[in-house]
Structure formats: structure tokens, C-alpha cells
């Protein structure tokens, strides 16, 4: 091979060795993204339970709005005001207009935060606080819908938290029509088991 050919081929090995090792750094960076952000987020939720606006980091346009515990699988995520695509890279988000105690659609991604929701039953007991508010909920409903021909609508007067994400979790292309919608009622008080409190 001449020295001509053999440095082409040296310089599309390193280039295709950079190519792979970027992609690998982006895929990895996008989960440790997402803990970090919901560290920073833990931390404007403190805050703002204190009675202090705070966003979670300087330029952020949006706020610690609520507080997600699902006991049984051990989750606690901090869910975001605002549904827009940069803040869903962060965390959960409530859906725009919205309403804990009332009628509450919460988003996240089916790769980072909301991956477990296929993990997810009829009678799994979850809890959702917001500033002023603190509720627990029972998974009723598990659904796959198109978005291309439903939407989730908001009910005023209804009580209800409704957990989506895209679908179907293993998809190798984001973004597709299909949603998995986990949908939860309010439990009586009575009704709630002594080993499933949440803090903080």
C-alpha cells in the first residue's frame, strides 16, 4: 500500500473511530443529563415547599411544580411546569393547564424517567404532591392509543393523574403516534396502606 493510500485509510479509520466514540459519549450523556437535571430539580422542589420561587438551575424557564412517588417500584421524580420539548429532556412534565387535584396529565420519556411505567398495575398506588396539595392514587387503567386519532383531554371536575409516554418502550425510533397512557384515581384515605408513605 502506498503512503498516499495508507494515510487515507489511517485518517477514515481515526474518523470513523471518532464518529463511533461521539455517539457512544451522546448516548451515554443523555441518561447522566437526565439524573444531574433531577438532582438540581430535587433541589428547587426543597425550595419551593420552603415558600421560595426557585428555578433549578439560573436560565431555566421552568419550575418544580410537583412531587411523583409511585412506592411499590421505588420511584421519586420531581415533575417540571411546562410541557415543552427542553424541559421534558430534564424530567417529567405536567401537561399546560393541568390541575393537581383535579384533572392532571404528566409526561416524561419511555428511555429516562418514565421507563418504568411498563412495569406499572392495575391496583399500584402512587402519590402526587404539589405545594398545598398531597393526594394518593390507584392505577386503574393501562392504554395504548394513537395520538393520531385521540387526545388526551382535560376534564374540568374530574380527579385523576394520567402518566404517558411514547410507545412501545423498545422502539428503536422516537417520537411514533402510539402513547401508553397509565391513568390513576384518588384512594380514600382510609384506604391507604400504612407502608407506602412518601417524604419530603
Known amino acids: 500500500m502506498s503512503g498516499a493510500r495508507h494515510g487515507l ?10 464518529l463511533a ?13 437526565a439524573e444531574l437535571a433531577q438532582w ?26 410537583a412531587l411523583l412517588t409511585v412506592p411499590r417500584l421505588h420511584q421519586r421524580l420531581v415533575v417540571l411546569d411546562g410541557q415543552s420539548g427542553r424541559n421534558l429532556a ?29 412495569e406499572l ?19 386503574r387503567e393501562i392504554d395504548v392509543v394513537d395520538s393520531r386519532h385521540q387526545e388526551l383531554v382535560l376534564e374540568p371536575g374530574v380527579e385523576r393523574v394520567s402518566l404517558v409516554t411514547c410507545y412501545p418502550f423498545d422502539s428503536p425510533a422516537a417520537s411514533g403516534p402510539l402513547r401508553y397512557v397509565v391513568t390513576a384515581y384518588p384512594v380514600a384515605a382510609q384506604a391507604i396502606s400504612r407502608r407506602s408513605p412518601a417524604s419530603g
Not at 21 to 33: F, Q, T
Not at 44 to 53: C, K
Open 9 to 18: 485509510f489511517l485518517a477514515a479509520a481515526l474518523a470513523a473511530a471518532f
Open 40 to 65: 438540581l430539580i430535587e433541589r428547587s422542589w426543597r425550595r419551593e415547599l420552603a415558600g421560595e420561587a426557585s428555578p433549578p438551575w439560573p436560565w431555566a424557564d421552568t419550575r418544580a411544580a
Open 121 to 139: 398495575a392495575a391496583g399500584d398506588r402512587l402519590q402526587l404532591r404539589a405545594r398545598g396539595f398531597s393526594a394518593w392514587y390507584e392505577v
Open 90 to 118: 430534564f424530567g417529567p412534565v405536567l401537561l399546560d393547564g393541568s390541575d393537581p387535584g383535579g384533572d392532571t396529565v404528566i409526561s416524561g420519556h419511555r428511555d429516562t424517567h418514565f421507563r418504568f411505567l411498563h
Open 21 to 33: 466514540l461521539a455517539g457512544a459519549i451522546h448516548a451515554a450523556w443523555i441518561p447522566i443529563k
